[in-house]
């Protein structure tokens, strides 16, 4: 439960910290993680790219025979000033994620290619309410499969609650299990004597709510205390939003799981191939991957992060030199715990034949089995909660195996 919502008055971080936070109050004991005989820590984030992210065009089958006619002058090409960087003999990613492409090297990083949720059609609204909700079609639920991911882990001593990142919580991360919130915003924060004088009047008022405030205050001072995390005229919006979180959940007693949304796919226009609008996005996620890792310090090597969208674009560019609603996708991973260095994938091809509705990538891998397999190697949640409760009805999808090193 996310007690922020329905309060769109309420405009500081400060206060949504608070809002946050006092879910927390309410459920006094968290499930606890699985945690290995070696004493392993593991963090969880979730990334939701909405707008749907060109799979073709930021991991491309350069060695697929049909891809540069489809992609036309978007596609990447192995050659040239602005060359892709080959992961194998066959896919290549987007020059603008040289970083993404050091955690692939270094085996902290892995790509599942020809993904998709189980939705087939191409509104953006349904497409995302499937990837959050975890249902298998729109409009079910008013709750999100990470939450509910939450509530099934093994139960134990208490932990610190899930970080939602941005001014509302993804609905990936809404429901029953408690949510701490931050973004970072301009606004002035109240000043110590205010908040002190706040948590006074509370106590004596609201003893809960008065617990929220204080913890919601202590994240604020954590996220806030390095000046290079405050909101700066045209710094990477990316970077920054992972640069806070990653400070938060790199506390010992922060916030384990984290879910944040970044807005701003959808190229029907002008995608550009190596340079353009689809590359200056794809380097802002590159930058916020960098920020995680150099932001968690020793905590990266228990973390893995997953990064999913709605659905993928159409295989064959447009007029306008961008790409329409497609089908298939990919995911990616990172993370420390991330058994990487792998483009994973059951290649359906690019002929027209075997385009879905003969303009799609054709999914082959149900994302949820990717997601599952994180879910249940890194945080030890068992098969039947993950095939009834995290993603009901879906025994069909089995958790895919050694994503976890």
Not at 184 to 207: C, G, K, N, S
Not at 327 to 338: H, R
Not at 342 to 350: F, K
Request: proline share 6%; with cysteine.
């Amino acid at each position: 439960m996310d007690c922020r919502e329905g309060r769109s008055s309420l405009r500081t971080s400060r206060r949504a910290l608070l809002l946050g936070g006092a879910s927390f109050a309410a459920w006094a004991y968290l499930p606890k993680f699985a945690r290995a005989a070696d004493g392993r820590d593991p963090r969880l984030i979730v990334v939701i790219l909405r707008g749907a992210l060109d799979g073709l065009a930021t991991v491309a089958p350069v060695g697929d025979p049909d891809y540069a006619g489809l992609h036309g002058a978007i596609a990447l090409s192995r050659e040239g000033p602005h060359a892709a960087t080959m992961l194998d003999s066959y896919f290549a990613l987007h020059p603008a994620m040289p970083e993404f492409a050091r955690l692939y090297r270094d085996k902290h990083a892995a790509v599942i290619h020809a993904v998709a949720t189980p939705y087939r059609d191409r509104s953006h609204f349904d497409g995302q309410d499937v990837l959050e909700s975890g249902f298998a079609g729109p409009g079910r639920v008013q709750s999100g499969w990470l939450n509910r991911a939450l509530q099934g882990l093994p139960r134990g001593e208490r932990i610190a609650s899930a970080l939602a990142v941005g001014p509302t919580t993804p609905l990936v991360l809404r429901g029953q299990a408690p949510t701490v919130g931050w973004a970072p915003v301009t606004l002035p924060a109240a000043d110590d004597d205010t908040a002190a004088r706040l948590i006074d009047l509370y106590q004596h008022r609201d003893p809960a709510l008065a617990g929220a405030l204080s913890q919601g205050l202590r994240l604020e001072k954590t996220a806030l205390a390095d000046e290079t995390m405050r909101p700066k005229p045209g710094t990477n919006g990316m970077r920054q939003v992972a640069r806070g979180a990653a400070k938060l959940m790199a506390a010992d007693d922060g916030p384990r799981i984290a879910a944040l949304a970044f807005d701003g796919w959808d190229t029907h226009a002008n995608e550009g191939g190596p340079v353009g609008r689809l590359a200056t996005l794809l380097s802002g996620l590159d930058g916020a991957l960098a920020e995680f890792e150099s932001g968690l310090g020793d905590k990266w090597r228990d973390t893995a992060i997953v990064v999913a969208t709605e659905f993928g674009r159409t295989a064959r560019i447009n007029g306008t030199e961008g790409t329409d609603h497609g089908t298939g996708t990919i995911a990616l991973l990172a993370g420390g715990a991330i058994k990487g260095g792998r483009v994973i994938a059951d290649w359906p091809g690019l002929k027209p034949a075997s385009l879905f509705e003969g303009r799609d990538l054709a999914p082959t891998t149900d994302l949820r089995a990717v997601i599952k397999g994180v879910l249940s190697d890194h945080l030890g949640i068992g098969e039947r909660v993950l095939a009834e409760t995290v993603f009901p009805d879906s025994a069909a999808a089995k958790p895919m195996k050694g994503l976890i090193a």
